[in-house]
């Protein structure tokens, strides 16, 4: 990992502080977004909203979650260490290396051709070495790798992806923001080969899931 300033490891301190006030409660979570320099994620000019707990633009229309968001869905997805989780939707990959700071074995899927390439050599940098990276259609999945211990969506989508489910290993659980305008975080957990439960946690806000892929 890359050396830093106090500065920023205190920033990052606080962030964790602000995110257990609001409900985060699982250390593995936690632990991880105290120890990711999210600063390193964003253009120079910046840097100055780096641990404020707000989404940010990136490139490609996308945008890099805001933590509160990340932890969430990180918490939700009730993974252990050496688990294997699916992510769709690499982005900025922020979420991507704190699911690997969980102890996690990441495969990633990202559409953005410019994103894939971007974002697979930045966090080669950073030193992270458990993650798959996937150009491709997210709808899809990685059916080849699966099943899965835990699917972690993050982009909005108004119907469940059905190839995705499939994908799920039995009792294992799918986060994911359901909606179009007006979207809920949902988790999904697969019971059965063919029975499934889900429970809602509230609003969210993310970009739209596209299907295909872009460059």
Same mark, same amino acid.
């Given at each position: 990992?890359?050396?830093?300033?106090?500065?920023?490891?205190?920033?990052?301190?606080?962030?964790?502080?602000? &995110?257990?006030?609001?409900?985060?409660?699982?250390?593995?979570?936690?632990?991880?977004? $105290?120890?990711? =320099?999210?600063?390193?994620?964003?253009d $120079?000019?910046?840097?100055?909203?780096?641990?404020?707990?707000?989404?940010f =633009?990136?490139? /490609?229309?996308?945008?890099? $979650?805001? =933590?509160?968001?990340?932890?969430?869905?990180?918490?939700?997805?009730?993974?252990?260490?050496?688990?294997?989780?699916?992510?769709?939707?690499?982005? $900025?990959?922020?979420?991507? /290396?704190?699911?690997?700071? %969980?102890?996690?074995?990441?495969?990633?899927?990202?559409?953005?051709?410019?994103?894939?390439?971007?974002?697979?050599?930045? &966090?080669?940098?950073?030193?992270? @070495? #458990?993650?798959?990276?996937?150009?491709?259609?997210?709808?899809?999945?990685?059916?080849?790798? /699966? *099943?899965?211990?835990?699917?972690?969506?993050? /982009?909005?989508?108004?119907?469940?992806?059905?190839?995705?489910l499939?994908?799920?290993?039995?009792g294992?659980? %799918?986060?994911? *923001?359901?909606?179009?305008?007006?979207?809920i %975080?949902? #988790?999904?957990? #697969?019971?059965?080969?063919?029975?499934?439960?889900?429970?809602?946690?509230?609003?969210? #806000?993310?970009?739209? %899931?596209?299907?295909?892929? @872009?460059?």
């Amino acid at each position: 990992m890359v050396e830093e300033s106090f500065l920023h490891k205190g920033l990052r301190a606080k962030l964790v502080e602000h &995110l257990a006030t609001k409900g985060i409660t699982e250390n593995a979570v936690l632990n991880a977004i $105290s120890k990711i =320099p999210r600063h390193l994620f964003f253009d $120079s000019s910046f840097l100055h909203f780096a641990y404020k707990d707000i989404a940010f =633009p990136i490139s /490609a229309g996308q945008t890099i $979650s805001q =933590p509160f968001t990340v932890a969430t869905q990180s918490q939700l997805i009730e993974v252990k260490k050496g688990d294997k989780v699916l992510e769709i939707g690499t982005g $900025s990959g922020y979420q991507t /290396a704190v699911l690997c700071e %969980m102890g996690l074995y990441v495969y990633t899927i990202e559409r953005q051709k410019v994103l894939y390439d971007k974002t697979k050599l930045f &966090l080669s940098k950073l030193g992270y @070495n #458990r993650i798959k990276f996937y150009f491709g259609d997210g709808y899809k999945g990685i059916p080849e790798s /699966a *099943p899965f211990d835990a699917i972690l969506i993050t /982009a909005a989508t108004e119907i469940i992806p059905k190839l995705l489910l499939l994908q799920l290993k039995i009792g294992g659980k %799918m986060v994911i *923001p359901l909606g179009t305008q007006k979207q809920i %975080m949902t #988790r999904i957990k #697969r019971i059965s080969e063919h029975d499934f439960e889900t429970e809602k946690f509230g609003d969210c #806000r993310f970009v739209p %899931m596209l299907t295909g892929v @872009n460059g």
